[in-house]
């Protein structure tokens, strides 16, 4: 569960906190690894509505800790500036706690992947229109369900 923000001047308000996390393109994604150790590793991710999605390979570590604690921290900054004048940074922040899990069922799987395309790879539909049809068999899609957000930002004044 999160905890109250102890800076109530820099919380930012939900719908905000939203909007921050659908427009971070990188963020970092941790979970517990299956022998107890902490595991982080940047991700691209697409959110469609409040489930985050990123595409994975079909092993690997994240899939071994999802499999033994499904639940996941996703932390995002929008647009870091740091004040070397003021020793201080500009940022917008979000963290979102939620439940992770690996879809393999293309029919989940396609629409997922067509949002990651359209998020980072624009016009892909038009230079590459079969590419999600012919790769969405070489991936997985890995998804978190957020069921708690919070965020918070400094802004330059």
């Not at 999160?2 to 979970?31: G, P, T, Y």
């Not at 639940?71 to 740091?82: E, F, K, S």
């Not at 070397?84 to 989940?108: I, K």
């Amino acid at each position: 569960m999160l905890r109250e923000l102890r800076r109530k001047d820099r919380i930012m308000d939900e719908a905000r906190a939203w909007e921050v996390l659908a427009l971070v393109e990188c963020a970092v994604l941790s979970l517990v690894s299956p022998d107890g150790d902490p595991y982080a590793i940047p991700i691209n991710f697409v959110l469609i509505g409040k489930t985050l999605w990123a595409h994975c390979a079909k092993e690997g570590h994240k899939l071994d800790a999802i499999a033994a604690f499904p639940r996941a921290c996703v932390t995002a900054t929008l647009h870091p500036a740091v004040d070397n004048v003021n020793t201080t940074t500009y940022y917008e922040c979000v963290l979102a706690l939620g439940d992770a899990s690996v879809v393999t069922d293309e029919a989940l799987t396609k629409p997922a992947l067509e949002a990651f395309m359209d998020k980072f790879a624009a016009g892909w539909r038009e230079r590459e229109p079969n590419r999600v049809a012919d790769d969405a068999h070489t991936v997985y899609m890995l998804r978190v369900d957020v069921r708690q957000i919070s965020g918070k930002a400094r802004y330059r004044v």
